[in-house]
Each structure stands twice: as structure tokens, then as C-alpha cells.
């Protein structure tokens, strides 16, 4: 073996040392890395955006991995966590879900129901309406015309259900609302939001029928706090009691 070969072998195990010490320090670094990061755990994060108090559903997340160390600890690791609950705030597009982002959804009391009605989102609801909140629930129902030979009511609005307690808010919807006056059907389209109450049953029977039956539903919000039923003398007006 020449010198000039022996020159060559010498530096192809020159840079064969640098090429494991090389390996080494980056195994080190990787190991460090390790060490500080830790275990991997699963989280969810939000795939849109969650209006407040919008019912949560496991297909408004997505999973992700992230360290162990890193996971607030009020981190939502199991999805199954969400059921039953609904968004305290407005929740964004790509926020961690953690657990006080969310609370119960209201529930029903031994002897009562859930009956959904559609109520018209400007006149009814405003924006304004959430679960949890007690509202009064009012109707006006159009009065018979007078006859040739007299007689007639007026036109009148009523108290249906006082202090209703909202267990649910849905999405605004248009739906068509039809009317029928003198053998002619009318119908126009407008939003509406579904609003689910938790009734008892004769509650919910009143409910029904003025969905059912009258002019206009519309509903009152009830100040916190304020438990006063309506009293009966108000629970029904008409224009002939201002005259």
C-alpha cells in the first residue's frame, strides 16, 4: 500500500468517526428532547366555530397529539365528555376544548316533558334567549267578527305559560307560515329558531295549541331571579281594556 492510499484509507476512517459521532450527538439531542417533552396524549380541538350555549357534538372536533406535559389539565382527553353538554361561551375554530368551556345541558324535572316549538327569530327570540332561562310564553289569537246579528269577541293577547323554563336552543331556520282566512291559504317565508321548554303536561298541551292555533307566539324573558308567576287578572288583554 502506497502513501497515497494509505492517505485515503486514513481519512475514510476520519469521516467515518465523524459520521457516528455525528449519529451519537444527534441521538443525544433527540433523547434530551425526549426527556423533556415526555408521553404523547390525545386532545380535541374545535373543527368550526360553536355558538354559546349550542349543543356540543363529537363531530365539531377533531383529535390531536400533543405532549403530556404540555395538556392544560382541565384538557378534554375523552370525547365522550361533550355529551349532554352545551358551549358556556363562543367557542373558535382551532381552540383546545377544555372543560370549562362547557357545562351541563339543562334537564328535565320528574313529571315534566320536552316540547319544541318554532318561534320566530325577530319578534321571539332576538338573540337573546338561552338555555337555562325562564320566559313567559305569549299569544295573540284573532277574535270572531260581529255578525249580522251581533255578538263577536276581540282580538286578544294571552299569557299561555308563565315562567317556562328553556331547555334548548336550535339553529335558525326559515320555515313557512300559513294562514287561513275566508276559504284562501297565505303563506310567507321567514327564520325561525326551534326553542325546546321543559313543561308539565297540561303546560305543554297550552303550548301546542297556540303553535297551533294562534296569530303570533312570542316570547318574554324573565328577569334572574324573578320567580312571580303572572297573576291571572293579567294574563289576558284585549284592546277594549285600555278604552
Known amino acids: 500500500m502506497n502513501a497515497r492510499q494509505r492517505r485515503g484509507v486514513l481519512l475514510l476512517v476520519l469521516s467515518l468517526l465523524c459520521a457516528l459521532g455525528a449519529f451519537a450527538g444527534v441521538l443525544a439531542v433527540v433523547r434530551n428532547v425526549e426527556s423533556k417533552v415526555g408521553d404523547e396524549t390525545t386532545a380535541y380541538e374545535l373543527k368550526q366555530d360553536v355558538s354559546a350555549y349550542e349543543r356540543l357534538k363529537g363531530a365539531q372536533f377533531r383529535k390531536v397529539s400533543m405532549p403530556k406535559r404540555w395538556l392544560p389539565g382541565t384538557a378534554v382527553t375523552d370525547l365522550s365528555e361533550v355529551r349532554g353538554k352545551i358551549a358556556v361561551n363562543p367557542l373558535r375554530k382551532g381552540s383546545l376544548l377544555q372543560k370549562d368551556m362547557m357545562a351541563d345541558r339543562p334537564e328535565l324535572e320528574a313529571g315534566q316533558q320536552e316540547i319544541a316549538i318554532m318561534i320566530d327569530a325577530e319578534t321571539g327570540v332576538a338573540g337573546k334567549i338561552k338555555p337555562g332561562n325562564r320566559v313567559n310564553i305569549y299569544a295573540t289569537f284573532e277574535g270572531e267578527r260581529a255578525g249580522s246579528k251581533g255578538g263577536g269577541t276581540p282580538d286578544e293577547s294571552r299569557v299561555i305559560v308563565s315562567q317556562a ?11 313557512k307560515e300559513g294562514e287561513d282566512r275566508d276559504e284562501r291559504t297565505r303563506q310567507r317565508e321567514r327564520d325561525g329558531v326551534p326553542i325546546t321548554f321543559a313543561l308539565g303536561t297540561e303546560d ?30 293579567d294574563r289576558t288583554y284585549s284592546l277594549a281594556k285600555d278604552r
Not at 331547555?167 to 335558525?172: C, F, H, R, S
Not at 303553535?211 to 324573558?221: D, G, I, K, N, Q
Open 204 to 233: 305543554a298541551q297550552r303550548v301546542a295549541y297556540a303553535e297551533s292555533f294562534a296569530e303570533h307566539v312570542r316570547l318574554a324573558r324573565v328577569a334572574p331571579g324573578d320567580d312571580a308567576e303572572v297573576p291571572e287578572d
Open 165 to 175: 323554563r328553556v331547555i334548548d336552543v336550535g339553529k335558525l331556520t326559515p320555515f
